[in-house]
């Protein structure tokens, strides 16, 4: 099983430059994160999707931009890159029922030069 | 609005001793709770969850948690700590409206031989 797949798995960028990280989950789960992860602040959430077709802000929304292209698929850009966007960047699943867990990819380190 | 909080970003443990991490969270309703484990350069993986079914919850690897609505606690335990512990720990809170995940700052927990 694939579970959460995150794609690139690192990335170093310009400052001004845009990328976009992709997310797919093969579980048809309801619910996608993207959480950033910085030492000593825990995991922080960028933006979510409760469902196909919304996404809400999160704890740190700004420099990002997400799109939920599906049920699958949950994409965070940026649109021009800063050195304060330097971080480990973690994408997650979850049914959508209160009581279950999030599932995980293996994360993405991003470094902005 | 909604927080959890970890107490102590760094805990030191001999090998065999109690291991005992703290999360609080806020919130106006008991929350669903979850602690997640982190190993190095892995995504998280779900060690237990609250769900109301009951205050004290079981999870892998020997690892317990009991949640205090009195003291809004959910604390982490594991009676005998082994080297294979040594991870950082998260405690996070699901606010059932939305689907809103969010986590602590986590705990590194190291384990001396």
Not at chain 1, 89 to 102: L, R, V
Not at chain 2, 74 to 81: E, G, M, Q, V, Y
């Amino acid at each position: 099983n694939a579970g959460v797949t995150q794609t690139p798995k690192f990335q170093v960028l310009k400052t001004g430059q845009s990328m976009t990280l992709q997310c797919a989950q093969d579980m048809n789960h309801n619910s996608m994160y993207w959480y950033r992860q910085d030492p000593g602040m825990g995991l922080r959430l960028i933006y979510y999707s409760a469902s196909e077709g919304t996404t809400d802000k999160g704890e740190v929304p700004n420099g990002y931009n997400v799109s939920r292209l599906n049920k699958r698929e949950f994409s965070l850009r940026l649109e021009s890159a800063a050195p304060s966007q330097t971080s480990v960047y973690f994408c997650a699943s979850a049914a959508g029922a209160s009581n279950t867990e999030a599932f995980f990819g293996q994360g993405t380190r991003l470094t902005v030069v | 609005a909604q927080s959890v909080t970890q107490l102590g970003s760094h805990v030191s443990v001999s090998e065999g001793a109690l291991v005992l991490l703290r999360c609080n969270y806020s919130s106006s309703v008991p929350p669903y709770l979850f602690w997640y484990v982190q190993y190095p350069n892995q995504g998280l993986q779900l060690l237990l969850k609250y769900t109301s079914a009951a205050t004290l919850v079981k999870g892998i690897n020997g690892f317990e948690a009991e949640f205090k609505k009195s003291e809004t606690s959910f604390h982490l335990t594991k009676p005998s700590a082994h080297m294979s512990d040594a991870a950082e720990y998260f405690c996070a809170v699901l606010k059932a409206a939305g689907n809103k995940l969010t986590f602590g700052g986590g705990t590194r927990v190291l384990v001396k031989p």
